[in-house]
């Protein structure tokens, strides 16, 4: 579904990630995993059009997406819901909602349907429907960001770290709400620290360090791998 | 929904009180300076959509107002137009003129843009200025009809000039309103809150940054236009940077990023700077402090500052009686004790 080809990006002069090797296939959680500033952040401003690479080529449903502007990404399918809960904070909830559907703008029917589904998965986000994002919980405000991007109904879903800063127990029920969307049909790319919460509902994982690649696998062979469960895992 | 209640009785009360001002008034004399205070209102709300809901500060706005001025006044006076088509086509001018700009401007961001945008009202200005052949130069353009007949409506009196302005405004305002509150406004307040973020969800931003852009330079048009038509003499002076910082004056004191703050701010800097008059040059000595104290006190203007006094006051209201319902019979009692 998803491939990315050699793919490098500079800042500058500074190179962010290099020769980066991703393969998607539809259906599948795939998690990217690794310390700070590995290059996981990097690698989804380059699927999301944010960051344009200057090497490699990324390939969406077999069509490379490399010309399209960020926007245009969005439409053929592909929404990043971003690390650090960003989150327009002076809409409401069910606003934010509405402008998540954005691409959609014209199927009333559809956003309604859609709306009703994260609601669903989300009840807390019903409750405050009318309140500022802004003045939700930081779990809230996740489930929010989450719920955002399902309302442009994207074929791939980008998550970057969603478990970042929440505790434990929201940590579990977010780990849980993914896998429901993904049993639903929705295919996952996720960049996470915690690789304990991730590697229990990824089928596979690819290990950042310093830019590049250096272990992939599928969930068994990671969780069997030593140096990783010493640097990930803690076990 | 007494707030909504509350909110619809007031805008009624404005708009009556707006209908009987020239009944009230002593003489024509601030039926005139009401006019021209709601011509700013007309521009200000327009840049209010770019510069308060999109989040794009343009100065080049005095230079599409003086467009629109130019442009009436040039089609009137040496095409010997149909009044009303001349307006029509001049709201098309300007709007084009913004398009064209927009294009351009619009790939700067923040203060580049604001300098960009500060240099193209410099040239518009200079371009009035120096294009004697079409604009007449420093001596400026003079007997610009007032607007013509509709049916048996005149507009050659104060008065009837009065309320065709007042007419446009509350027409601009409303479809102002309309924009803001519907999915296009959020698209540009999406905008302003974070455009990497509007365009992570697929929003076209360049396009709604343009449409943002040709509707403010639209209402300057318009309101450049009425202006022409009114004041019926119009200067190169209008295009200058000092009108542009008017016009950010009376966004800024009146609230930014509000609809009512350009109608609150045009009205009262117009009217304050009248009883300031007899100052004369000195009245900036008491302007300049108290512009100042303003910003600093109340960034979002008067408009803003009264908004946050209400939902603090609605606040308290509300938290007073909640506290004490959830207080246990015990706590009570141990209150009361």
Known sequence: MLRLQDVSIKYGEFTAISNVNIEVKSGEIIVLLGANGAGKSTSFRAISGLSKPHQGDILFQGRSILKLSADKIVQAGIVQCSEGRNLFSAMSVQENLQMGAYIHRRKKQQIKQSMEHVYELFPILHEKRHDAAGSLSGGQQQMLAIGRALMSKPKLMMLDEPSVGLAPLIVEQMFAVIQQINQEGMTILLAEQNANAALKIASKGYVFESGSIVTEGTREQLLANDRIRKAYIGA | ?337
Not at chain 2, 16 to 43: K, Q, R
Not at chain 2, 154 to 175: E, K, N
Not at chain 2, 219 to 247: C, K, N, Q, W
């Open chain 2, 1 to 337: 929904m007494t707030s909504i209640f509350n909110k619809r009785n007031s805008i009624i009360f404005f708009v009556l009180l707006s209908l009987i001002f020239p009944a009230v008034v002593p003489n024509d004399y601030f039926l005139y300076l009401m006019t021209t205070a709601f011509i700013w209102v007309i521009a200000v709300s327009g840049l209010n959509i770019l510069a308060g809901y999109t989040g794009y500060l343009s100065l080049a706005h005095a230079g599409f107002f003086a467009i629109g001025a130019y442009s009436l006044g040039l089609l009137t006076v040496k095409v010997e137009m149909n009044y009303w088509i001349a307006f029509v086509l001049t709201l098309g001018i300007t709007s084009l003129s913004g398009l064209l700009v927009g294009l351009i401007a619009l790939r700067t961001k923040e203060h580049f843009f604001a300098i960009y945008t500060l240099c193209v009202g410099y040239i518009i200005y200079l371009v009035i200025d120096k294009w004697e052949g079409l604009t007449g130069g420093v001596r400026g353009l003079i007997g610009i009809p007032t607007p013509a007949n509709i049916g048996s409506l005149a507009f050659d009196s104060v008065h009837s000039q009065y309320y065709l302005v007042l007419f446009f405004m509350l027409l601009s305002l409303l479809i102002i309103y309309r924009i803001v509150h519907s999915l296009t406004g959020r698209t540009f307040i999406a905008i302003r809150n974070s455009e990497q973020l509007a365009t992570t969800i697929g929003v076209s931003t360049m396009k709604n940054k343009l449409l943002a852009f040709v509707l403010s330079t639209f209402f300057a048009g318009m309101s450049g236009a009425l202006y022409a038509s009114v004041i019926r003499f119009i200067g190169p002076e209008i295009a200058y940077t000092s009108v542009m910082f008017d016009l950010l004056m009376y966004l800024l004191v009146g609230g930014i990023g509000t609809i009512s703050g350009p109608i609150v701010g045009a009205i009262v800097i117009v009217w304050v700077s009248q009883q300031l008059q007899f100052l004369q040059e000195y009245r900036m000595l008491i302007f300049g402090p108290l512009l100042t104290l303003i910003i600093i006190f109340y960034p979002r203007g008067i408009v803003g500052a009264f908004i946050s006094l209400k939902t603090r006051a609605q606040a308290k209201k509300r938290k007073v009686p909640i506290v004490n319902e959830s207080l246990t019979p015990t706590q009570k009692q141990i209150e009361e004790g």
